[in-house]
C-alpha cells in the first residue's frame, strides 16, 4: 500500500497499517514530516504562520493512542504541535516508512485494479491501494469581485508576521480563524485594519456591536447580542446608516452558519484598532466599495476566504475535485474507483487528530478484510444523503463552500477488532437507514455493537 503524505492524517493511516502488519510506504514531497504544523516547511504547502496556535483544544488536537504533554498548553503553538508529531512518528517507527523529498506527480489506475504511482524522478511502481492524506487546506480558494484594485493583493496562506503591514491600510476578506487571527496581528502594526466578513456581517454579533458602540452604548456584550437578538439579520441599526456593519437583508439567522473563534478579535473591535466591514461589492482602484455603499482607502487585501481541493496528480475522469466539492464515501472511498481512499478530506472543526486517527483504523480494517465496502450503488446513495443533509454555503463573489461532511463518519472503537476475534466476510449493511460497513466480529460482538450504535 502507498500513503501520500507525511502530515498528521497520513501517519494515522501508516500507523495504523503498520500495527496491522500490511506493508505501507509513504511519499512525502517536503524534507520534512508534519505537514502544515512545520512552520516554513519546504514542501511549499504549509500555511502556518509564526504565531499560530491550534483553534482545537489540546485535548482534540491529540490522537486518542498518543496523548499529548500538558506541558503544552490548552491550545498548543505550532512548534509544539510539530514537536508533538515528530514525537508520535518516533514513538511508533514511522520514519523508516516514510520516503522524504519524494512527491508523487502522477496517479493512474492499472487495468488489473491496481495503481500506478509516478514520482517527481520519473520512477514508476505499482500498489494494491493507495492513500491519499495530501491535504485540503493547501490550495487557496479566491472570490472574484467586478472592478479593479491597484493595491498589492496576498493570501492568508503566504501570511506569516505582521511586520511586512506596518503603516499601511489593510483589509483582511474572510471569516474564519485565520482571517480573525491575521486582522488583530496585522492592527498592532497597520495604520487601518479592515475585516470584511461576507455574509456573514449580517449575522455577526461583530458588526452589532460595532454598531451598538457607535450608538453609544458601551454596555452590550457578545452573550446578550447573541440572547437579544435570535433574528439578528432584521435588527435594528442604532448607529444607523451607511458604515454601521450589519447589514439589512436576512441571509440565516444567527449561529447557522460557522462562528468566527477568536478571543482576540473582540477586543480589538471594541478597541477600534479592527474595523468590520459586510461583503465586498467592487474593487475601485485604490479603494474598495462595500455593500452597505461605503468606501475605503485600501493598499492591501489579503484574502483568507478558505480553500479548495486540488489533486493534480490524480489522472482519472472518474473522480475530480470541484473547488471543495469530493464525493466520498464516510468521506474516505470512492465509489467510482476501487482501492483509492482519502485521509483527512473531512471537515473537523473540533479538531482533526481523533478522525484521522478513527479514518486509518477504518482504512487498515477494510484493508485486512475486516470491512467490507458496500456496492457502489449503495455508496453513491449515501454520498447524496449527506451532500442533502449538507448543502454548500453561496455567497456572492465567493465560490460555493462545500461541507466536507458525512452523514457517518467512522469513529475507532466501531473497526478496532478485538486481537481474538476471527476474521469473516463482512456485508454492507443499513443502520438507521444509513450505509455503513459492517465490522467483521463474532456474531454477538457485532450486535452489540450495532445496537450501539442505533442508540
Ligand atoms: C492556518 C491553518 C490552521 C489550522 N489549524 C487547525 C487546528 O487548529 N486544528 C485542526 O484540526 N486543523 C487545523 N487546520 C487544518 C489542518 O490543515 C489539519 O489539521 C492538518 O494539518 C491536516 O493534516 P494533513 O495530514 O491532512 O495535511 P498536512 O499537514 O498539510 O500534510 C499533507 C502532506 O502531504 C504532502 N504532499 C502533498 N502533495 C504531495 C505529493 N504530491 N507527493 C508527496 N507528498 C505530498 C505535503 O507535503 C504535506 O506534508 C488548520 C489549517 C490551516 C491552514
Known amino acids: 500500500m502507498a500513503v501520500i503524505g507525511a502530515g498528521s492524517s497520513g501517519f494515522a493511516v501508516v500507523n495504523a497499517l503498520r500495527a496491522h502488519d500490511v506493508a505501507v510506504e509513504c511519499f512525502e514531497r517536503g524534507a520534512y514530516v508534519g505537514g502544515l504544523w512545520r512552520y516554513e516547511n519546504d514542501n511549499g504547502l504549509s500555511g502556518a504562520y509564526a504565531s499560530l496556535r491550534t483553534n482545537a483544544s489540546r485535548l482534540r488536537m491529540q490522537y486518542p493512542s ?204 471594541w478597541r477600534g484598532d479592527v474595523l468590520v466591514k459586510p461583503a465586498i461589492e467592487r474593487l475601485a482602484g485604490e479603494a474598495v466599495r462595500f455593500v452597505d455603499g461605503s468606501e475605503e482607502a485600501v493598499d492591501h487585501v489579503i484574502y483568507a476566504t478558505g480553500y479548495q481541493i486540488s489533486l493534480p496528480f490524480l489522472s482519472s475522469p472518474l473522480l475530480a475535485a470541484s473547488g471543495r466539492d469530493l464525493p466520498l464515501y464516510r468521506r474516505i472511498a470512492s465509489p467510482a474507483l476501487g482501492g483509492l481512499y482519502f485521509a483527512g478530506f473531512v471537515d473537523a472543526p473540533g479538531g482533526l487528530l481523533p478522525v484521522v486517527e478513527a479514518q486509518g483504523e477504518w482504512i487498515a480494517a477494510v484493508l485486512t478484510g475486516r470491512l467490507r465496502l458496500p456496492p457502489p450503488a449503495q455508496m453513491r446513495r449515501a454520498i447524496e444523503r449527506s451532500r442533502a443533509a449538507h448543502p454548500p454555503a453561496v455567497s456572492a463573489g465567493e465560490p460555493p463552500q462545500h461541507p466536507l461532511r458525512s452523514a457517518r463518519l467512522p469513529t475507532a472503537p466501531a473497526v478496532r477488532r478485538p486481537s481474538s476475534a476471527p476474521g469473516r466476510v463482512a456485508r454492507g449493511d443499513h443502520v438507521g437507514g444509513r450505509e455503513h460497513a459492517t465490522p467483521v466480529l463474532p456474531r454477538r460482538t457485532a450486535s452489540r455493537l450495532r445496537r450501539k450504535t442505533r442508540s
Open 66 to 269: 498518543f496523548l499529548m504533554r500538558d506541558s503544552h498548553g490548552d491550545f498548543p503553538h505550532q512548534t509544539e504541535m510539530a514537536a508533538y508529531l515528530g514525537a508520535y512518528a518516533d514513538a511508533f517507527g514511522l520514519r523508516a516508512l516514510i520516503r522524504l523529498g519524494t512527491t508523487v506527480e502522477r496517479l493512474e489506475p492499472a487495468p488489473d485494479g491496481r495503481w500506478w504511482v509516478t514520482l517527481k524522478d520519473s520512477s514508476r511502481r505499482s500498489y494494491g491501494a493507495i492513500i491519499i492524506a495530501t491535504e485540503v487546506f493547501s490550495c487557496p480558494s479566491l472570490p472574484t469581485y467586478p472592478g479593479s484594485f491597484d493595491g498589492e493583493v496576498s493570501q492568508a496562506h503566504e501570511y506569516r508576521v505582521p511586520a511586512p503591514f506596518a503603516g499601511r491600510h489593510v483589509l483582511v476578506v474572510g471569516a474564519g480563524p485565520s482571517a480573525a487571527e491575521i486582522a488583530v496581528e496585522v492592527s498592532t502594526v497597520a495604520q487601518r485594519t479592515l475585516l470584511s466578513v461576507g455574509r456573514r456581517a449580517r449575522h455577526s454579533p461583530l458588526a452589532r456591536i460595532q454598531t451598538v458602540r457607535r450608538g453609544g452604548c458601551r454596555t452590550a456584550q457578545p452573550a446578550a447580542v447573541a440572547a437579544a437578538e435570535p433574528d439578528l439579520p432584521q435588527a435594528r441599526r442604532p448607529g444607523g446608516g451607511a458604515g454601521s456593519g450589519v447589514v439589512a437583508s436576512a441571509c440565516h439567522r444567527f449561529l447557522e452558519g460557522i462562528p468566527i473563534v477568536s478571543s482576540d478579535l473582540l477586543p480589538a473591535v
